[in-house]
């Protein structure tokens, strides 16, 4: 008889920022004690009550934040007005008429 399939553990589908908080916090304290590993990264997160992640889960998603500040470090949303990011921005600024 052929052994049943296995099904991975479904994983939440997005990371939340407290999630990505707690994640830099753990790669900065192990890169200054040495190097980083994932797999220990995934189980200090488990440890701290978040959901459980695949190791490449976490550290493509580390790679990707990554990638995107240093690359696209002016891409974001900002005013049209005054330039500010617009996350809880009420813009005071004036159009320039042209």
Do not use: Y
Not at 61 to 80: T, Y
């Amino acid at each position: 008889m052929a052994e049943p399939v296995r099904k991975a553990a479904p994983t939440p589908k997005r990371f939340t920022g407290a999630e990505d908080r707690k994640r830099e916090e753990i790669i900065a304290e192990m890169k200054s004690v040495g190097r980083v590993s994932w797999t220990k990264i995934v189980e200090k997160m488990k440890e701290a009550g978040f959901p459980e992640r695949t190791t490449k889960s976490v550290r493509n998603r580390h790679l990707r934040l990554r990638w995107v500040q240093i690359h696209k470090p002016e891409q974001r949303n900002r005013c049209r007005r005054c330039g500010m990011l617009q996350r809880g921005h009420v813009c005071g600024g004036q159009v320039s008429a042209e």
